[in-house]
């Protein structure tokens, strides 16, 4: 690797292939995302988790090592102290980390909103640093938490007025069942790896669920009949998945019982899911997906504790809302707007007068004319204008002008202008 250079470049800089800048306006709709789910799922009992970007790459090794992610996507690195590092794929390993090094109380409900990397092809909806929104709770095996988990997940896509969204389920049993499965899965896959995609063929042995997981048409053609992991679960496994197919119909969520549905982490025991979008192309349509981890915590040195989450990528729900054509660019602006034709001393000790009485004030700069200033507080969205011409410098007072026919314009005094606008803005009639 070499050193970077400071030398001149011919060509402008840009954002590294497969990433995006979030910039106005959109980034608003990024943070009513956020606060909507904040909200969604602060009213559950969730509390924000914040980990690091990256952990030491043993933590995401859990994740399975025959995963795309884990052989391939993984951005790892050695450090400056020559530790393996890697930045983040995903939260759930990362969140598991944290629980077995701080032994919160149980049962330990969290949730994220956070980048994830990952070196994938890029194409839409799909990115090398996308961000999940995401949940896991850690500590109980309870059926009924994976309930909580699924419903708060399409309650959130609702509630962002998404309606074709649909649930795809599943469960892997427990880890004997999964185990037992795999086993089965590879006697199958052996007996037709002929027939199989040649990349695909070459995971049989060692990845057989990976095979189940492929969406390469030859494979997915020559898989059609694999034995249905819903058939070879244990009793306890199927008591569980009933308690939670009965929650979900109690709560009027419908699903979609999928038994190949594998998920591409090796992590999961017992319930599985994905939420897919029917407004977006099939190889990105799936805006969330989850499920049980309960030997997860164990894998990372903690003590044997049950958990489940969901990840939801932030890029992909919001191309969904707008092929649905809901949750609109949330409208931001200020509230006031300060023009100053008298050399920007007005505007500039007015604004900020006007923020720190918690008003949304925003002025123009540079000493532009009444005409372009006149543009810009339109364009800012206020409400009301304060304008400060020579007029007004001499007698120390300014002009309040409502912007959106709520009543006439008035000349205020000087120190009386803040506490008026504020009255203004509180009852405009
Ligand atoms: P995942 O299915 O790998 O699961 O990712 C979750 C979601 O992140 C996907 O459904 C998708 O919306 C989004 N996503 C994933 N990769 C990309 C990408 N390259 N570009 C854009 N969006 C992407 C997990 O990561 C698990 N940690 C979910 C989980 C939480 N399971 C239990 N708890």
Request: aromatic share 6%; net charge negative.
């Amino acid at each position: 690797m070499s050193a970077p250079t400071s030398t001149p470049r011919t060509e402008p800089f840009k954002a590294p292939v497969g990433t995006r800048d979030v910039l106005p306006p959109e980034s608003a709709r990024w943070q009513a995302l956020i606060a909507a789910f904040a909200g969604q799922v602060g009213r559950a009992g969730y509390g924000l988790v914040q980990s690091p970007m990256f952990e030491e790459i043993g933590v995401f090794a859990r994740m399975g090592e025959g995963t795309d992610v884990v052989r391939k996507e993984m951005y790892d690195f050695l450090d400056k102290g020559e530790r393996h590092l890697a930045l983040r794929p995903e939260g759930t390993a990362s969140v598991a980390r944290a629980y077995v090094q701080h032994r919160p109380a149980t049962p330990w409900k969290v949730w994220y909103a956070a980048p994830s990397f990952r070196y994938e092809r890029p194409q839409a909806g799909r990115y090398r640093q996308h961000h999940q929104l995401g949940v896991e709770a850690l500590g109980s095996p309870d059926p009924d938490v994976d309930v909580e988990v699924i419903a708060l997940l399409w309650d959130f896509y609702a509630s962002l007025g998404l309606r074709q969204v649909e649930l795809v389920l599943n469960s892997m049993g427990t880890a004997d069942d999964r185990r037992g499965y795999i086993d089965e899965v590879r006697s199958f896959l052996i007996g037709r790896v002929r027939d199989l995609d040649p990349t695909d063929a070459e995971k049989v042995e060692a990845h057989p669920m990976r095979v189940l997981d492929s969406k390469r048409p030859v494979t997915i053609a020559a898989i059609a009949d694999v034995p249905a992991i819903t058939d070879r679960l244990s009793d306890e496994a199927v008591a569980h998945f009933d308690r939670v197919k009965a929650g979900l119909t109690a709560l009027g969520i419908p699903f979609r019982l999928e038994p190949r549905l594998v998920r591409g982490l090796d992590y999961y025991t017992h319930t599985t899911f994905e939420m897919v979008s029917g407004a977006l192309d099939a190889a990105q349509s799936t805006i969330g997906g989850g499920g049980r981890y309960d030997g997860l915590v164990e894998s990372l040195g903690g003590p044997a504790t049950p958990g489940i989450g969901f990840g939801s990528g932030i890029e992909r729900v919001l191309l969904t809302c707008d092929a649905e054509g809901v949750f609109d660019t949330v409208p931001t602006g200020v509230d006031v707007y300060v023009v100053d034709t008298t050399g920007g001393a007005a505007a500039r000790d007015l604004s900020v007068e006007l923020r720190r009485a918690g008003i949304a004030a925003d002025r123009a700069f540079d000493g532009r004319s009444m005409k372009s200033q006149m543009k810009s507080a339109d364009r800012s969205g206020a409400r009301v204008v304060l304008i400060v011409g020579s007029d007004e410098l001499d007698s120390g007072s300014v002009t309040v002008r409502p912007l959106r026919g709520e009543g006439d314009q008035q000349r205020v005094e000087r120190a009386a202008v803040v506490a008026s606008v504020a009255a203004l803005l509180a009852d405009p009639t």
